[in-house]
């Protein structure tokens, strides 16, 4: 284990509140608009890597990968996390130029995007991250997670990388029917995304992935691609998180303020 990850916790207070316009008034009298506010707690715990060279003093900013991992990961004992993924990589290169940030999702829950953007705030704020350079992949429950976070909140990452998931295209089936903010749309088509999938996956098909792909090609995105490997089966996170060219590729991107 390398001695630069350590678990870490985060907690956060999320306002949620429902409510209706002034100006929207229903020609049926009986109605009235209402509104209320809650707040809630949320609880992450997480494995963070700081990159060899990494000093809290310094000026320098360094590149974030936002890791998410698989259904057989989840739990509360956090050390689970690094079974697969990039902490693998990390282990064979230790100078992985990357803050790897790797939360672990309870049992019996699924990814939510709420708690992953509060934590995306607190390590930002807490470490030296360069907001341009945030990255986000995940594999096969992580895989649906990342497709979920970055459709909705694409402005949030320089570059996505999904691997035997899949997703809902409801998000881009809106932006391309004008059901969006312009921002949100061009957010969504300058998304570099590099979707991966093993062709004899048996658990989440390839189509999964293929469907979102060509999704994202209809509104128009500029940079979508799909890896299937040929004979791989569910495990195709293993060719793509072993491979040098995966973090290249990362690193060859940034978001635009």
Known sequence: MQTHI??????ATICLGVGLHAQDKPQDKSLTPHSFEHRITVRADYLLFLP??????SDKRWPLILFLHGAGECGTNVWQVDI???????????????????????A?????NEVLLELLNEVSASHK?????????????????????????????????PICG???????LLAKLGYATPERKEALK????????GAKDNIVPPSESERMVRALKDLGASEVKLTIYPEATHNSWAQTYSNPDFYKWLLEHKRQP
């Open 6 to 11: 350590r678990p870490s916790i985060l907690l």
């Open 52 to 57: 060899k060279g990494y000093e809290a003093n």
């Open 84 to 106: 697969h993924g990039p902490a693998n990589y990390i282990a064979e290169h230790p100078d992985f130029p990357f803050i790897l940030v790797s939360p672990q999702c309870p």
């Open 108 to 112: 019996g829950q699924a990814w939510s």
């Open 129 to 161: 991250v360069d907001p341009q350079r945030v990255y986000l992949t995940g594999l096969s429950m992580g895989g649906f997670g990342t497709w979920d976070l970055a459709v909705t909140h694409p402005e949030k990452f320089a570059a996505v990388a």
């Open 166 to 172: 899949g997703g809902e295209v409801l998000p881009v």
């Open 190 to 197: 300058g998304l570099p995304i590099w979707a991966f999938h």
